[in-house]
């Protein structure tokens, strides 16, 4: 028998955070004794497993669960690249409005070529991506049982910001160069984004694309962390809940008009 939602989730928070906050504690603690500095190989090894606490609780859960039987399934559970073309251009959109209003606004750079961005895509779906077989994989869909898409998508926000929180008593990583509130709000916006990417497309695949199409252009684009990122972010959560309730209206009246 499958657990419920409230067997889920908590199951899956748990496997989580341990595999990151142990992995990345480890890390931390050698750190005080001038050992595992980030950027030395083992350091590194277990910031990338660490980071990818969320993936890897997921598969094992999954597996648990019955909803998979091995990585073969697994992965064509997850990686699904047939789409429709219009949420491929949701994402392009999504992407434009962060890293254009600020670039009008004055309030960014661009330090590299572009083609440097869609290069390195593939290394940030390792690095960053895949946490979304976990985030809007399953902590999201699940907390959707529960309560409906703004408070979910809040409690799933809270919660990923909460998980990075050793970071910043890692010297080297892009946290500790930044304020943790500063970070929060922007994971809220990444989580409105996010949430209605799945919501609307129903693919983790996309989640993950996008979410290393962020890492992989924060590198392109050097945005001065000041108001205009504020702006930015509320601006993302307004369109991302506009996006869902036009879907929402659109389902709704697709449902009521007879088959024929």
Request: overall charge positive.
């Amino acid at each position: 028998m499958k657990p419920d939602t409230k067997s889920r989730i908590p199951q899956f928070l748990l496997w989580t955070f341990a595999i990151t906050w142990i992995c990345w504690g480890t890390v931390v603690i050698a750190n005080r004794f001038g050992q595992l500095q980030y950027g030395t190989p083992i350091a590194m090894i277990l910031f990338l497993i660490g980071g990818n606490g969320a993936p890897i609780a997921s598969y094992f859960l999954l597996k648990r669960w019955g909803e998979i039987d091995g990585f073969k399934s697994f992965m064509k559970k997850i990686f699904q690249f047939k789409t429709d073309w219009k949420h491929y251009a949701l994402i392009l959109g999504f992407l434009a409005l962060h890293f254009l209003i600020p670039l009008a606004m004055g309030a960014s750079n661009q330090t590299m070529a572009l083609y440097m961005g869609v290069a390195y895509i593939p290394v940030n779906i390792i690095g960053g991506g895949l946490e979304e077989i976990g985030w809007r994989g399953i902590l999201q869909p699940e907390l959707e049982k529960k309560i409906s898409f703004v408070p979910a998508t809040v409690v799933v926000a809270l919660i990923w910001a909460v998980w990075h929180l050793p970071l910043w008593a890692i010297i080297g990583t892009y946290q500790s160069t930044i304020g943790f509130f500063l970070f929060t709000v922007s994971v809220f916006g990444f989580s409105f984004v996010l949430a209605a990417i799945r919501k609307v497309t129903g693919s983790v695949f996309l989640c993950i694309l996008f979410h290393a199409s962020i890492n992989s252009f924060m590198g392109v684009f050097m945005l001065d962390q000041n108001i205009s990122t504020i702006l930015t972010i509320v601006m993302e959560i307004g369109v991302s809940i506009g996006v869902i309730t036009w879907w929402s209206k659109r389902k709704k009246k697709q449902e009521l008009q007879p088959n024929r």
